[in-house]
């Protein structure tokens, strides 16, 4: 941990920063554990002769469990502790890559739906289910990761070391696809070294120690509405339309949508157009962009404000979508990585950092699994749309459309963010001060 030299963890008590530490090393295996199938993911789906549809639809369903159990997640992670959340969702990590394996010593058959009169084949059914359960994973780790860091962080220093401490998504999205693209093909390998992770995240989290929370009554202002918060679980989803939720949520379904339509289909896409790259560099070179600037952007947001840093963010994800639906070769599709990995690396954590600013510890992770709800419902949507749309039309088309709607998300952001249009704009462009947070 020598790169945090000279930062905030240097102001930290020992205990915390070891604890920090564990939970650094148990969210690089989770993040390295998920991202790691992706290299192969698709092909083995294709394997069963899934069309690019079904493909879709398997790859979308992730997106089921993350939203069918985010509000239960949410729950607990508020309620029971954040350790017991991200250990069911290491846990998921290290069992789905054995389930999905499974898949292929089962019989597959064709079976025709009543009335709709589909077709469909019971091995997509199985391994759809099986990513239904694969995306469990972050609605109870991600979470419950989130909620703990800004626990634990000082708040004039909370950008900073929310920043630094997600840099463990980048690094786990760096080698664990390398490990899976360089055993492309070696289904059994590929899958078996990604359970080895989780397993190794399951003993990470369970010496961490579960975190701190301030006590609530000394902070003042609230994310959620008073006249709602007695009821706020039973209200999960309306609460989607709260003033200080609804924004976030709504260009992280644009950003969802992107990176939905990335994971489901550039390694397809390469295929058919024959480029001779390993898929595992590219998520690679998008780690690595993601990595770098999170050493800047958290800090920098704790200085100069949000809201320019989520733009910059958008702006990164539309120029990494717009380069994939004209790649054609190996240096525009790394391109790319590296222009969604900077999009990522700055959006992700300097959004958990504004949901930290508008909400109480005691509602973290309501408010975290509010906000990336909308996230979900973009991976949800990527699959089976984007999957059509490229059935009819192309991947280019579909990285084409993806752009167009992180572009709609930019300019939503510039002109909702707050509470009129004057202040939208200054605090998505000039460092204007955010509204909503709490005082």
């Known amino acids: 941990m020598s790169f945090f030299r000279d930062s905030v963890f240097n102001e930290l008590e020992p205990s915390l920063r070891r604890n920090l530490i564990i939970f650094f090393c148990g969210s690089l295996c989770f993040w390295g554990g998920l991202s790691g199938m992706l290299p192969n993911l698709s092909l083995y789906i294709q394997s069963f002769d899934a069309t690019n549809q079904e493909i879709g639809w398997v790859m979308a369903s992730f997106a089921i469990g993350l939203l069918g159990m985010r509000p239960k997640m949410a729950k607990l992670t508020d309620d029971l502790g954040r350790k017991p959340a991200m250990l069911i969702g290491i846990v998921v990590i290290a069992i789905a890559p054995l389930i999905y394996l499974s898949v292929q010593a089962i019989p597959s058959i064709i079976f025709t739906l009543p009335i709709l009169g589909w077709q469909v084949k019971s091995s997509v059914v199985l391994l759809a289910m099986t990513r239904a359960f694969h995306g469990i994973s972050i609605a109870a780790f991600a979470t419950a990761y989130s909620a703990a860091i800004a626990d634990m962080a000082p708040l004039k220093n909370r950008g900073e070391l929310i920043g630094y401490m997600s840099l463990a998504s980048p690094l786990g999205l760096a080698f664990g696809p390398a490990i899976g693209g360089y055993l492309e093909g070696n289904f059994t390998l590929a899958f078996l070294s990604m359970t080895a992770l ?179 419902l973009g991976i949800a949507l990527a699959g089976p749309v984007m999957g059509q749309i490229a059935d009819a039309g192309s991947y280019s088309l579909v990285f084409a459309l993806s752009g167009c709607m992180t572009l709609l998300g930019l300019v939503i952001f510039i002109t909702t963010s707050s509470k009129d249009l004057t202040h939208s704009i200054r605090f998505a462009l000039n460092g204007g001060r955010d509204v909503y947070a709490m005082k």
């Not at 969802?256 to 480029?275: D, W």
């Not at 800047?296 to 539309?318: H, P």
């Not at 992700?348 to 509010?370: N, W, Y």
């Open 198 to 376: 989780g397993s190794v995240g399951i003993l990470c989290v369970l010496a961490t120690q579960e975190p701190d929370r301030p006590p609530t009554d000394s902070l003042g202002g609230a994310a959620i509405p008073k006249k709602k918060r007695s009821s706020s679980y039973g209200a999960f989803w309306s609460l989607l339309f709260t003033p200080p939720i609804r924004v976030p949520a709504l260009i992280l379904l644009m950003v969802g949508i992107a990176f939905g339509s990335m994971v489901a289909f550039v390694p397809l896409h390469t295929r058919q157009l024959g480029v001779p790259i390993n898929i595992g560099l590219i998520y690679t070179v998008s780690a690595i962009a993601s990595f770098s600037i999170r050493f800047l952007s958290g800090k920098a947001s704790d200085q100069l404000g949000r809201g320019r840093f989520i733009s910059m963010g958008l702006a990164c994800y539309t120029l990494a979508m717009f380069t994939l639906w004209l790649s054609d070769s190996p240096q525009m599709f790394l391109l790319a990585g590296a222009f969604q990995g900077a999009g990522s690396g700055t959006l992700i954590p300097i959004i958990a950092a504004l949901m930290a600013d508008r909400s109480k510890p005691s509602e973290r992770g309501l408010t975290f699994g509010l906000c990336l709800t909308g996230f979900d």
